[in-house]
T-cell receptor
Framework: GQNIDQPTEMTATEGAIVQINCTYQ??????LFWYQQHAGEAPTFLSY??LDGLEEKGRFSSFLSRSKGYSYLLLKELQMKDSASYLC??????????WGAGTKLIIKP | IAGITQAPTSQILAAGRRMTLRCTQD?????MYWYRQDLGLGLRLIHY???????GKGEVPDGYSVSRANTDDFPLTLASAVPSQTSVYFC?????????????FGEGSRLTVL
C-alpha cells in the first residue's frame, strides 16, 4: 500500500531551527508538497519538490531525495506564528495526492 | 468572493437527514476536490472533478455524491447522513494537474452527525 510517515508532534523554541521529516512509499512519484495548517483553518501551500535537492523560500526550505523516499521541511528563525500543523503530501504515479497525517509543531517562547 | 467559499461553516445534523455542502470558486480553476479531515488521519479525497461536466471517485466516496454543472460550483451531498460522516470537509481547487498543482482550500465545513 501507499503511505506517508511524519512525526505526530514536535516542539521547538522561538528563534531556533526545526526540521520536520517525511518519508513516503508510493506507486510512482510526481512531486511532493508541504502545506501549513493553523488550528481551525484551511491548509495553505508552502512548497513543491519534484527534483532532488533543496528549495529555499525565505525562512522555509524543503528538501527531497527520491531515491530514499524522503523529504524534510526546514523552518529557520522560528516565530510563534509558525505554531501549526505541517502536512506532507505526495502525488503518485496516477497523479493522486497521498497525504500524511501531519506534524503538529509547537513553538515555545 | 475571493478564492473558495464553503457553506455552511458548521452544521449539526440528525442521522438519516440529507445535507448538501456548497463550494464556490472564483479563480476559474478546472479541477476541484472534496476532502474530509479526521483527527490522526491525513486528508482523504472523497470526490473530484477535473473539469466542468465530469466527476470521479476518490478514496472514500461511499455515502457522498457530487455534481459539476459549471466551472465555479462543486456541491457535495450526503444523501442520508450517518455518524461516521462527522468530520471537517474541505473543498479545494487547482489550475492544472501537470504543473505544481498547488491546491487552494476553502475554510472548511465542520459537520456533526448525531
Amino acid at each position: 500500500g501507499q503511505n506517508i510517515d511524519q512525526p505526530t508532534e514536535m516542539t521547538a523554541t522561538e528563534g531556533a531551527i526545526v526540521q520536520i521529516n517525511c518519508t513516503y512509499q508510493t506507486s510512482g512519484f510526481n512531486g511532493l508538497f508541504w502545506y501549513q495548517q493553523h488550528a481551525g483553518e484551511a491548509p495553505t501551500f508552502l512548497s513543491y519538490n519534484v527534483l532532488d535537492g533543496l528549495e529555499e523560500k525565505g525562512r522555509f526550505s524543503s528538501f527531497l531525495s527520491r531515491s530514499k523516499g524522503y523529504s524534510y521541511l526546514l523552518l529557520k528563525e522560528l516565530q510563534m506564528k509558525d505554531s501549526a500543523s505541517y502536512l506532507c503530501a505526495v502525488r503518485d504515479g496516477n497523479y493522486q495526492l497521498i497525504w500524511g497525517a501531519g506534524t503538529k509543531l509547537i513553538i515555545k517562547p | 468572493i475571493a478564492g473558495i467559499t464553503q457553506a455552511p461553516t458548521s452544521q449539526i445534523l440528525a442521522a438519516g437527514r440529507r445535507m448538501t455542502l456548497r463550494c464556490t470558486q472564483d479563480m476559474r480553476h478546472n479541477a476541484m476536490y472534496w476532502y474530509r479531515q479526521d483527527l490522526g488521519l491525513g486528508l482523504r479525497l472523497i470526490h473530484y472533478s477535473n473539469t466542468a461536466g465530469t466527476t470521479g471517485k476518490g478514496e472514500v466516496p461511499d455515502g457522498y455524491s457530487v455534481s459539476r454543472a459549471n466551472t465555479d460550483d462543486f456541491p457535495l451531498t450526503l444523501a442520508s447522513a450517518v455518524p461516521s460522516q462527522t468530520s471537517v470537509y474541505f473543498c479545494a481547487s487547482s489550475e492544472e494537474e501537470g504543473e505544481s498543482g498547488e491546491l487552494f482550500f476553502g475554510e472548511g465545513s465542520r459537520l456533526t452527525v448525531l
